[in-house]
C-alpha cells in the first residue's frame, strides 16, 4: 500500500529539518525524505559554524526574520543538549563608504539595533586579531555569533521525532507528480508516498524537482580554510568576533577558532564555479588554498598559520542573491524555499516556520514578499 501522509518534506538539511520540525509540532503527520545522512557533509548544511548577525547588509527587510530566527534558535536549544548559538558579536568591515558598511549601518538604523561604528584602528585595539588597511571602518553589533549547523539540524530533528514525524535517510527521491485530488505522489528509490502537501527544500538539487527554479537557484562550489593562528589566543571566541569583510579581493567573511583546530574563513563565490551537485571537485585543491592563504596573510597575519583543515560546500545563487520561498502558482500544494546564497543558515529556525505556514495555510504572516518566485 502507497502510505500516506498530511505533507512530505523533501531535502532534511538546514531549511527541510527545520520544516518538518515545525510541521511535527503543529501536530501534522509529516514525513521527511533525505537521500544523504541527518546531518551530511554533501550540501550546504555543515561545516561546523554559520555565521548569526542581526546587522544585515544585503537589505534591511531581513532584519525581522532574524529577530524571529534568534527567539526560535533559543527556544530550541532550551530543548537541547547542546549550545547551539554562540553570541561573539559580529563585525562588517570595508572601505569607508563602501556597500557593505553602509548596508550595515542603515539595517542598524532602521531596526534600531545596538552597535558600534569603529576605525580599523580602533578596532584592533579591541581585537588584536583584527589588522585591517587604515581607512577602513567597522560596524560592530553584540549579539552576533555563530551557530553550530550540524547540531541545529540534529536538534530540530529531535524535536521532530518526539512530536511524532517520520524522517527517512538514504532514501532518494526519484520525482513527484501532482495528483487528482490536488495533492502529491513522490517516488523514492524504496517505494511511492502520497500526501496533501509538498515541502521542497532540497537544497542545490531543487531545480531537479521544481522546474520554475530552473536558472534560478544555480549551484556553485566554495571552499573553507582552517588555519592554526600563530597568535592563538587572538582567534578565541570571546575575542575574536565573527565578521565580514570587504577588501578589493572580494567579500570574505570568518569565524574564532572552535570545535576543531584553526580560525575559519572563506571568500564569497569563492572561484566563481557554477557546477552539478553531483560531479564537482569535492576535494579542495592547492588553488583553493592559495586563494585563501593570500588573504589572511595580508589581513589578518596573526592566523596565517599552518593548514588545518580544508572543506568544500555548495552555495545555491539566485540572480539576485535574495532567497526563493514561495509556493508554485499552477501547483499550490507545493511551497519551495531556495536558492540561499551562501547567506541562508541563520535563518533556518524561522524558514522551517514560514515553510510550515506556506504548507498549513498558503500563506505566512511574515513579510516575504521580496522572496516571491515570480520576480524572476
Known amino acids: 500500500m502507497t502510505e500516506r501522509y498530511d505533507v512530505i518534506v523533501l531535502g532534511v538539511g538546514g531549511m527541510g529539518s527545520a520544516a518538518v520540525s515545525h510541521l511535527a509540532d503543529r501536530g501534522v503527520d509529516v514525513l521527511g525524505l533525505e537521500r544523504y545522512d541527518v546531518p551530511h557533509g554533501y550540501g550546504s548544511s555543515h561545516g561546523i559554524t554559520r555565521i548569526f548577525r542581526l546587522a544585515y547588509y544585503e537589505h534591511p527587510a531581513y532584519v525581522p526574520l532574524l529577530k524571529r530566527a534568534d527567539e526560535l534558535w533559543t527556544a530550541l536549544e532550551d530543548t537541547h543538549d547542546q549550545q547551539l548559538l554562540h553570541r561573539t558579536g559580529s563585525i562588517d568591515a570595508g572601505p569607508q563608504d563602501s556597500s557593505l558598511v553602509e548596508g550595515s549601518k542603515r539595517s542598524c538604523a532602521e531596526h534600531d539595533l545596538d552597535h558600534e561604528v569603529c576605525s580599523s584602528s580602533e578596532l584592533t585595539e579591541r581585537y588584536p586579531g583584527y589588522q585591517l588597511p587604515e581607512g577602513y571602518e567597522a560596524v560592530y553589533q553584540p549579539e552576533g555569533g ?29 520525482e513527484w507528480q501532482p495528483t487528482d485530488d490536488d495533492g502529491v505522489r513522490v517516488e523514492t528509490d524504496y517505494g511511492v508516498y502520497e500526501a496533501d502537501r509538498l515541502v521542497v527544500t532540497a537544497g542545490a538539487w531543487a531545480a531537479r524537482f521544481v522546474d520554475e527554479l530552473e536558472g534560478v537557484a544555480v549551484p556553485e562550489r566554495q571552499v573553507l580554510a582552517w588555519l592554526q593562528p600563530e597568535e592563538p589566543a587572538r582567534f578565541e571566541p570571546d575575542a575574536f568576533p565573527v565578521w565580514n569583510l570587504q577588501v578589493p579581493e572580494g567579500r570574505y567573511y570568518g569565524f574564532p577558532v572552535h570545535g576543531v583546530p584553526g580560525f575559519k574563513f572563506g571568500r564569497y563565490n569563492h572561484r566563481e564555479e557554477t557546477v552539478d551537485p553531483e560531479a564537482f571537485e569535492r576535494e579542495p585543491t592547492q588553488a583553493d588554498e592559495r586563494l585563501l592563504r593570500e588573504f589572511a596573510e595580508q589581513y589578518f597575519p596573526d592566523g596565517a598559520g599552518p593548514t588545518m583543515r580544508l572543506e568544500t560546500c555548495l552555495f545555491t545563487n539566485t540572480p539576485d542573491d535574495h532567497f526563493v520561498i514561495d509556493t508554485l502558482p499552477d501547483r499550490p500544494q507545493v511551497s519551495v524555499a531556495a536558492g540561499f546564497s551562501g547567506h541562508g543558515f541563520k535563518f533556518a529556525s524561522v524558514i522551517g516556520e514560514i515553510m510550515a505556514d506556506l504548507a ?14 515570480d520576480r524572476f
Do not use: Y
Open 146 to 174: 555563530f551557530l553550530v549547523p550540524e547540531e541545529c539540524i540534529v536538534a530540530h530533528v529531535n524535536r521532530a521525532h518526539q512530536h511524532g514525524a517520520t524522517i527517512r535517510a538514504r532514501e532518494r527521491v526519484v
Open 360 to 373: 498549513l495555510e498558503g500563506e505566512t504572516e511574515h513579510d516575504i514578499e521580496m522572496f516571491s518566485l
